[in-house]
């Protein structure tokens, strides 16, 4: 199994400053088709999970720039280049590269 | 515009069966695969279970094999998940969730959309 490994648990953060959040992965997540199958997902209170990017460092439709992924192999990143109030919740990072498991979560909020 | 809506959620005793439903719109279901992941209340996402676009193809997490069956009516636009000898530990949330990439025989592996949820609470 891959094993998804987040942190910090949580986060607080200023509206305006940057944040950000660690995912690691047990075993690399390039597929031999060249792609990387790291997505992160931000689940707002009492809301069902969205989609924020996939293939490690791709903005979903919809999603603002100030969200950032990067990372590869093993190591990844989610950035906030500054958070907002809206920007509260738990943000999960997931693997597809072998059946899908997912992040133990960090939760943002804002001080 | 996508959406998914579950249904089927209820409380039941251990040892028990339930059937999820996921209605969907807004997308060509055919062509895509689908995901159940569940969410025990106050804790993380786990994925359950998906099938490949035209259903012929299936996927479990260990947790759940050989008691959960997915499955999929394209003429219906609906994904089920039938659920035998169900466990307190399997009470949780249960969402439905799209694939991101069409994939008619196969699974892409990421998720774009999910369904609101439905509650299956298991409980003597």
């Known amino acids: ?111 | 515009e996508v959406q998914l809506l579950e249904s089927g959620g209820a409380l039941v005793q251990p040892g028990e069966s339930l059937r999820l439903s996921c209605a969907a719109s807004g997308f060509v279901f055919s062509n895509y695969a689908m995901s159940w992941v569940r969410q025990a209340p106050g804790k993380g996402l786990e994925w359950v279970s998906a099938t490949s676009g035209s259903g012929g193809r299936t996927w479990y997490a260990d947790s759940v094999k050989g008691r959960f069956t997915i499955s999929r009516d394209n003429s219906r636009n609906t994904l089920y998940l039938q659920m035998n000898s169900l466990r307190v530990e399997d009470t949780a949330v249960y969402y439905c969730a799209k694939d991101l990439i069409p994939q008619i025989t196969s699974w892409y592996g990421g998720v774009d959309y999910w369904g609101q949820g439905t509650l299956v609470t298991v409980s003597s």
């Open chain 1, 1 to 111: 199994d891959v094993v998804m490994t987040q942190t910090p648990l949580s986060l607080s953060v200023t509206p305006g400053q940057p944040a950000s959040i660690s995912c690691k992965s047990s075993q690399s997540l390039l597929h031999s088709d060249g792609k990387t199958y790291l997505f992160w997902y931000r689940q707002k209170p009492g809301q069902s999970p969205q989609l924020l990017i996939y293939e490690a460092s791709n903005r979903f439709s919809g999603v603002p720039d100030r969200f950032g992924g990067s990372g590869s192999g093993t190591d990844f990143t989610l950035k906030i280049s500054r958070v907002e109030a809206e920007d509260v919740g738990v943000y999960y990072c997931m693997q597809g590269i072998n059946l899908l498991t997912f992040g133990g979560g960090t939760k943002v909020e804002i001080k």
